[in-house]
């Protein structure tokens, strides 16, 4: 089972215009609602491809009232620690430009700290059924900055692998606990390591130099999957070697979730036990058919399956 851990899940409202002018008056030419938040991303798409997953997260409000709703219509299974303050809404504008979505994401409701302590024990009886755990996204106010930290220590001493795609202070102190496997992407890796990652040259000496850095904090045989938009992916490992994967042709709708949808695809191949390069191919056409839908929704399945052979992976030797 695939343990995904949402800490600030969210509505994932997209406003859609002909051109996004800074300054002045936007008219809203349509408006879509759904779900948001990483861990559950990751959920939906496992649960889409016929993996075994569940999501534990927190829930506020009239907010989380609706994410609970989505996850009941989709049929995710979901574990909810109920909070006092009203989870949050994240704004998400598109244009015509093809330029990239802007995004005004707020910092999430205060968590106090009964229902921390309430999620934590959740989260431990949680991690004993999992095979990996995914902590992924943003922490909320009052949370301790390295709780992935708390919960990837928790999650391996339940013997269970632990997926890191977090950014900012969120991935830095989740580097403490030496996960299996950190998905950044390339702005995120350049952030984390200090130096630009832009060519293909670049994003394989990064991911080396991540995996480095993984193996000397503790973990075991990591894996790095560098993510680099329609330029696809590139994947280093410790025992399977280097892979570059290259994105089915698409046309891109949104790429939110596309990430994340990545991350559910390759988990879910490596829970039916399948190796990396495949693992990898269906990252790719999962992410890739996520991208090929509106707003926030998450790839079906039919078209993961359709753009699976799409998906090329070749070994970097």
Not at 24 to 53: C, F, H, M, P, Y
Not at 201 to 220: N, Q, Y
């Amino acid at each position: 089972m695939i343990l995904t851990i949402t800490l600030n899940p969210s509505i994932d409202r997209t406003l859609y215009l002909e051109k996004l002018v800074p300054y002045d008056t936007n008219r809203v030419l349509s408006v879509e609602e759904d779900a948001g938040g990483k861990g559950l991303n990751v959920s939906r798409i496992v649960q889409n491809s016929r993996g075994q997953t569940k999501a534990l997260i927190f829930l506020g409000g009239a907010t989380g009232q609706f994410i609970a709703k989505v996850l009941t219509n989709e049929c995710v299974p979901f574990q909810k620690v109920l909070i006092h303050n009203e989870s949050r809404i994240n704004i998400s504008i598109e244009d015509a430009t093809g330029n990239p979505p802007t995004s005004v994401n707020p910092i999430g409701p205060e968590i106090f700290p009964e229902e921390w302590e309430e999620f934590c024990e959740q989260y431990k009886e949680a991690c004993k059924g999992a095979s990996w755990v995914v902590l992924s996204g943003s922490v909320p106010q009052a949370i301790p900055r390295n709780a992935y930290a708390i919960l990837g220590k928790w999650a391996k001493e339940a013997d269970a692998k632990v997926a890191l795609d977090a950014d900012g202070d969120a991935l830095t102190f989740g580097l403490e606990c030496g996960p299996d496997l950190i998905k950044p992407n390339q702005f995120e890796a350049a952030r984390w390591l200090g130096h630009p990652v832009e060519t293909f040259e670049d994003a394989v000496k990064a991911s080396h130099e991540m995996l480095e850095r993984l193996t000397k904090l503790g973990s075991k045989n990591p894996i790095c999957l560098l993510s680099r938009g329609k330029d696809g992916a590139i994947l280093t490992s410790k025992d399977q070697g280097d892979f570059h994967g290259t994105s089915p042709g698409i046309v891109s709708q949104s790429t939110v979730g596309a990430g994340d949808s990545m991350v559910g695809g390759f988990l879910c191949s490596l829970q039916r036990g399948e190796d990396l390069s495949t693992a990898l191919q269906w990252g790719l056409a999962s992410g890739a058919a996520t991208a090929t839908t509106d707003g926030t929704k998450i790839g079906p399945i039919h078209v993961i399956e359709l753009l699976f052979s799409e998906a090329n992976v070749k070994s970097l030797g």
